[in-house]
Structures are given as C-alpha cells and as structure tokens.
C-alpha cells in the first residue's frame, strides 16, 4: 500500500514537472494577425489583451481575465493574453510569471517591435499604451479600450458582445 | 428606411469626429508651440526663452521608472550630444504624479540625471500643464519644435525611433530624419508616429 502511494506521488511529480502549466506562443505580428485576429472562428468572442509582466496597471487587472476566462468557458468566449514584454525577459521574466502564476488562459508573445507599423492594425484608436483589450468576433475588431479594466467592466462587456 | 443608413453612419461619423476634437486636445504637427517654465533637476527655471542660439527642441516627456523609457534613456542622451550643439538641444520633461509613482518624483529625477549624467535639462510637470498642453499621453513621448521667427513650430510628434528594445537593430531613426529635413528646409517625411511607452501618470 505504501509503496503503491509512494510511485503513485512519484509519478505525480515526474508528470508536472514534464508537462507545462502554460504554454507561450511565440508570433509575430503577421502571425499573430492571420492566427488571430484574421480568423474566422463561430461566432467566438476573441478577448484579446495587451499587457507585459513590467506593466503595474496590467498584473493588477490580469486576474480579471483570467476570471473570465474560467467563467465564460462553456461560452463562446476566448480570452487571450498578448504579452508585449522585451525580448532580453522572455525567459528571465515572462516565462517565470506565467509559471509562478499559473496562469489558465491562452497566452502569446508578441515580440515585434515594429509598433508603428502594426499597431494601427490592431485599432487605429489605439495609442500605443498598455494595458489595451480587443473585443473581436468573426474577425472584426467589435470593440478596443486602451484602459485598466475592472472586473465588472470587463463582464457586461463580454454580456454585451456575446 | 435605406435613404437613412447613410445619413446615420454620416452622423455617427460627425459625431465621433467632434469627440475625438474634443478629447485629443493638445498640438499637432504645424502647430505653434507654447513656452513653459520649469524647474530643473539642479534648482533652476528652465524655459525655452533661456535659449537664445536654439533653432529647435528635442522635447521629450520621459520618465524614471517606465521600462521604454529607461529603453531610450541612452538614445535621448546620444541625441542631445549630436543635435545640442547643431542648435536642437533635448529638453527632457517627467510630467508623471510621484503620487502614483515614487520613482517618479523630483528627487529622484535629481538621483537619476546624477547617475547617468544627464546633458540635458531634465523638468518636473509638477502641475502637469505642459504635458497637457502639449498633448503628450506617453513616456517616452517626443515633440519636436522648430524655431519659425521668435515661435516654435511642431515639427514632429511621436516616437525616438522604431524599435524602442534595440538601438542597433533601427531602421528609421523618426527624429534624427525629421531634424535632418529641418535642416535642409525641407518638408519632415513622417511628421508622426505613434510614441510606443507607459501612459502618463495623471494626478
């Protein structure tokens, strides 16, 4: 009995130390576009925010979607989070945060830094600050705000777009 | 009922361009520049006035804690070494509330431009007036201004250069060609771009 525990711990460890909590795509932004925001997919709200582990206003509001993320599940819903971090803290920064976190919901790192010749893409009222969210269903981009959510703010707007 | 779709997108259309007249605020390119007066990080006003043999400024809303802005911090002071003495010094301006932001206040911008031995001037927005004024939303937040008789004319708005994570590996350097145009008396091709950086602290 004892030992059948012991391997059954044993295998545990071995299982979550192998396998990722979270994985971290890595696009461009043209990959990101026909990945992302170019597809087409039923009728999916495509909550899409822009944030970076340096970014104070941003962590403060990343529990919020992740939130939402476990609540509109079985919804059309799908959170994603775009990281905009530096090259040089992928490894050092991002990927610790995402692990230490244990963040649930999609992440991809956005690492192109030929801003102005992408961001227009995403929304042209976008200025170029961070934290930013998309609303994007059916590839059209259904709503942009350049702002630190609250957690109420960010539901009735999903309510809102579902 | 079809006659009226486009009288409502019109409408719409109208109506969000008043609201975006409205909200922008501050300069655009071609626009007359106000002159300000603030205190510098040694104890002294500093305004554009003070300049006599200027023929334009690097204005540059910048900051102490905000990642893009530490990004440049080196490019903003190889830009006031090459261009201060071809007439176009940096005027460097934290106009962020050390409320929300301690690393932010002015003795720390003092502990700052010590450390890395700032050329420039480096102001404190206490009021927050000038960046207001100006229109500035980010750090690091660039205005260039041309000198047209005795006013200063905005000759660019936007950002230092397009990549703000590598120094070496920019294609367009914004400023050093709009400043290369004004020399010539030429017309700056890219008189914009979006300033990639931190939102500014607002009281």
Known sequence: MFKTSFILVFATLILSASYPENEVKVYNFKEFKSEILDKKENNTLMVINFWATWCGPCIKELPYFEEVNKKYANKNVRVILVSLDFEKQYNSKLLP???????KSEIIWLNDTKYNEWIDQVSPQWSGAIPATIFVKNSKVLKFMEKELELEELESTINNLL | MKNLVPKIILTVFLGLMTISTVFCGGYNVGDMAKS????NVDGNMVSLSDYKEAKGFIVVFTCNHC???KLYEQ????????????GYPVIAINP?????QPDDSYENMIKRSKQKAYPFVYLFDETQNTAKSYGATRTPHVYLLNKVQDKFQVAYIGAIDDNPQSAEDVENKYVENAIAALKKGKKVAISSTKAIGCTIKWK
Do not use: M, Q
């Not at chain 2, 490019?75 to 071809?86: F, G, Q, S, T, W």
């Open chain 2, 75 to 86: 490019r903003i002071i190889d830009l006031h070494k090459k261009y201060a003495a071809e």
């Open chain 1, 97 to 103: 945060f995402v692990k230490e976190k244990n963040l």
């Open chain 2, 36 to 39: 300000f007066t603030l205190k």
């Open chain 2, 96 to 100: 962020n509330d050390p409320v929300k």
């Open chain 2, 67 to 69: 990642p893009y802005a």
